[in-house]
């Protein structure tokens, strides 16, 4: 079966560094998006990878390694309203989106 | 530009009932869908559709239909709303098989 896997929750200081990581087993694989959720509200999207390597956007970076089935986001310099929930989604062989349940990251100060 | 707008924000049904959550979008994208999240729970697919015309089945269609007659619009219909359908529904679109999804904001359902 398919299956992404991604930690639940984590906690993180405001102005440091926090690295969410995120593995799957997907048949296929045609890129991977990252999302950010705020509570109750929709999705929206943060970056995508589809080569390996280190897609960097603000204080938001993403790395993917397709050989490794692995993925991270790295935020830095942590705000209060960096907390939210982080979704992992990949893009399997029928361009299918598998989503992660999620990582509730909680930021204190 | 509106993007992709979802009607209604909230609702609450008894059980039995039926409803339509109504979804367009102005982007002009072929590929449509919706899902319905659980409390702490990633998204879960129901229904999409890759143009006007052509729908098929998520992971957890039972309950549910759509229709897709134009482009623009994707309404999902729930017949005999059951305590389990209580969830957040969104809608989705995209223009192409690799591109990021666009969600609205979400209809909050109730069923008591």
């Known amino acids: 079966g398919q299956n992404i896997d991604q930690p639940t929750e984590m906690t993180a200081t405001e102005g440091a560094i926090v690295q969410i990581n995120c593995t799957y087993q997907?048949?296929?694989?045609?890129?991977l998006f990252w999302y950010q959720q705020h509570a109750g509200e929709a999705p929206t999207f943060l970056s995508y990878n589809v080569l390996d390597g280190l897609e960097e956007k603000g204080r938001f970076s993403s790395f993917l390694s397709r050989s490794k089935g692995y993925s991270y986001l790295l935020l830095k310099e942590l705000q209060m309203k960096d907390s939210a929930s982080y979704l992992c989604?990949?893009?399997?062989?029928?361009?299918?989106?598998?989503w992660g349940a999620g990582t509730k990251l909680i930021i204190k100060p | 530009n509106a993007g992709v707008t979802q009607t209604p924000k909230f609702r609450i049904l008894k059980i039995g009932q039926s409803m339509t959550l109504q979804c367009a979008q102005d982007?002009?994208?072929?590929?449509m869908y919706w899902y319905r999240q659980d409390p702490g729970m990633g998204l879960k697919l129901i229904y999409y559709?890759?143009?006007?015309?052509?729908?098929d089945k998520g992971e957890v269609p039972n309950g549910y239909n759509v229709s897709r007659s134009t482009t623009e619009d994707f309404p999902l219909r729930l017949e005999l709303a059951a305590p389990s359908q209580t969830s957040v529904y969104f809608c989705?679109?995209?223009?192409?098989?690799?591109?990021?999804?666009?969600f609205g904001n979400g209809t909050r359902l109730t069923v008591t």
């Open positions: 559709s890759v143009g006007a015309g052509i729908t």
């Open positions: 989604a990949v893009i399997d062989s029928n361009y299918q989106l598998i």
């Open positions: 989705a679109s995209r223009d192409r098989e690799n591109s990021p999804l666009h």
């Open positions: 982007m002009n994208h072929n590929y």
């Open positions: 997907t048949s296929g694989f045609n890129g």
